[in-house]
């Protein structure tokens, strides 16, 4: 299996020669940068968690050695990987590999924490300031970045990410990797959903100057609005439908005059969402009926429609609630499958550097799995996982195109 998604990843995205572009900033330079790239996304397209299994596997001879690898990322070129990243997008796109989502073209973002630790590790960990239950000072130490992701109906695919650097917040990484996108992605996506955080006119406005819309979820902290869209609520009637066990009431309404900086109207979507459910009764003997009410609000610039039926309705609900394949798709997936929250090299470029080859495994991997596994006996990814993790292990040399040092 692991020699098919070699084959696939030079047959349609012509990864290997790709790789030859990446380069690093050594001075001399005794192995080329493209057998350091080659042998790190062999790792991670076999899901080999760390350098150290690498180092024990049977071909390890003839890669380079695990400490070239992460002396190298400390200086690789980070543009040079999302150059990559890019091409196989636009191949994948031209290719009619990807899906949209709800009829939609739909962008993702969000912020992510790594390496968390009581240790200093680098110049680049960020810091806080913990108080032990006796009183005491502690730090803890930890990196951050940015994500954006293209969701689709299958799976998504992640474009970029930007690291959250110390003495800043997720708002102004998450400028930075808005406006790379927006000029690298200029015809990816037309709208861009993300937490209450980006409930943020610079952000808006940003994005509007790229001609995209933006969905955030309206908070409490954003008074004026949040209380308008609450008074609206009460005095219209809700749209009502069930789709599954939930039961939504929601309401769609449009608001003049309550966001000073952005000094636009928004449409703010508010949809009350209640699911009876049956848990075990607490003596372990019998079950009982529970009833779970979620109240959800966001706002946005997208145009709706005068007055939106039902199945307009149904459409922007499940558009806003895709937020959460950030958090599920990207983050979870890759920490839980794919040892995200690994650290190969801890140094501010190299964390970065192995986290793009990683997305760059991982969608391919998605866009293998949907299209060239027709087997109905590999079922879940974590099989085919382990399948290509047995196929890298049992191979005495790696296979053509791959470049060796030798
Ligand atoms: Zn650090």
Redesign the pocket.
């Known amino acids: 299996m692991y020699r098919r998604l070699i084959n696939y990843s030079s047959k349609h995205f012509g990864l290997f020669k790709k790789l030859a572009s990446i380069a690093d900033r050594r001075l001399k330079p005794q192995i080329a940068t493209v057998k350091i790239t080659a042998a790190i996304i062999c790792m991670q397209l076999s899901n080999l968690g760390s350098l150290n299994n690498l180092s024990q596997a049977l071909a390890y001879g003839a890669y380079p050695s695990v400490s070239t690898i992460a002396r190298v990322a400390d200086s690789m070129e980070l543009d040079g990987i999302r150059d990559i990243g890019l091409d196989i997008y636009k191949k994948a796109r031209k290719s009619k590999m990807l899906s949209a989502y709800c009829g939609k073209w739909i962008g993702i973002i969000d912020g992510h924490e790594i390496?968390t630790s009581s240790y200093l590790?680098?110049s680049?960990?960020k810091r806080r300031r913990l108080k032990t239950k006796d009183g005491a000072i502690k730090y803890q130490?930890y990196?951050q970045f940015t994500a954006f992701i293209l969701t689709g109906g299958d799976f998504s695919f992640t474009l970029d990410i930007e690291p959250i650097l110390p003495g800043e917040g997720e708002q102004t990484s998450a400028y930075r990797l808005l406006e790379r996108v927006c000029r690298n992605y200029s015809k990816a996506f037309k709208l861009v959903i993300g937490d209450a955080l980006y409930l943020n006119e610079k952000i808006f406005k940003l994005l509007e100057s790229h001609h995209k819309y933006t969905i955030a979820v309206l908070k409490e902290e954003r008074r004026q609005l949040f209380e308008e869209a609450n008074s609206l609520s009460l005095l219209v009637e809700p749209k009502t439908y069930k789709q599954g066990r939930t039961y939504y009431r929601v309401w769609d309404h449009s608001i003049s005059g309550c966001w000073d900086g952005y000094g636009k109207d928004v449409r703010v979507i508010v949809s009350e969402e209640t699911t009876r459910k049956k848990v075990h009764s607490k003596d372990g003997k019998g079950w009982i009926d529970m009833v779970e009410v979620a109240n959800w609000m966001w706002a946005t610039n997208l145009s709706g429609p005068e007055d939106s039926s039902i199945d307009d309705l149904k459409n922007i609900v499940k558009v806003c609630h895709s937020r959460w394949h950030i958090e599920n798709r990207c983050f979870k997936e890759t920490v839980n499958t794919w040892n995200g929250d690994h650290i190969y090299r801890?140094g501010?470029n190299a964390i970065i550097a192995f986290l793009l080859f990683l997305f760059i495994a991982v969608n391919i991997f998605n866009i293998f799995r949907k299209r060239n596994i027709k087997d109905k006996k590999i079922k879940t990814k974590v099989y085919l996982i382990d399948k290509i993790n047995a196929g890298f292990h049992n191979l005495k040399r790696p296979l053509p195109p791959i470049p060796i040092p030798i």
């Open positions: 390496t590790k680098c680049h960990c130490y990196h801890h501010e």
